[in-house]
């Protein structure tokens, strides 16, 4: 029903910024929370920052917080993760997410292929 598409990732130093969107076809996204996510081969999939649609709330990792900011763009059915201060922990494969909202990735409906994000220091 949704088709989730990520972009923006690339190699930057530490200390780079980098800005994510997820791009969003299909019937609904605006009725989903959106979240991203980011994996490591050999560990979990970790959730890195939410924003719920009809309250405007956004809910953050604590080893992102202050340095990363998501939103969204209704009209245009997408979602960003505008990335600052980066740091060679934050190398990873960034998904995007639609779904109930939770942090718990298990339970999100929808997946994007992933971007990548290489910080090297």
């Known amino acids: 029903q949704l088709h989730l598409v990520e972009s923006g990732g690339g190699s930057v130093q530490a200390g780079g910024s980098l800005r994510l969107s997820c791009a969003a076809s299909g019937d609904g996204f605006s009725a989903y929370a959106a979240g991203w996510f980011r994996q490591v081969p050999g560990k979990e999939r970790e959730f890195v920052a939410g924003?719920?649609?009809?309250?405007?709330?956004?809910y953050y990792a604590d080893f992102v917080k202050g340095r990363f900011t998501i939103s969204r763009n209704s009209a245009q059915n997408s979602v960003y993760l505008q990335m600052n201060s980066l740091k060679p922990e934050d190398t990873a494969v960034y998904y995007c997410?639609?779904?109930?909202?939770?942090?718990?990735?298990?339970?999100?409906?929808?997946w994007g292929q992933g971007t990548q994000v290489i910080v090297s220091s």
């Open positions: 997410a639609a779904g109930e909202w939770s942090a718990n990735p298990a339970l999100y409906d929808y």
């Open positions: 924003i719920v649609w009809n309250v405007g709330s956004s």
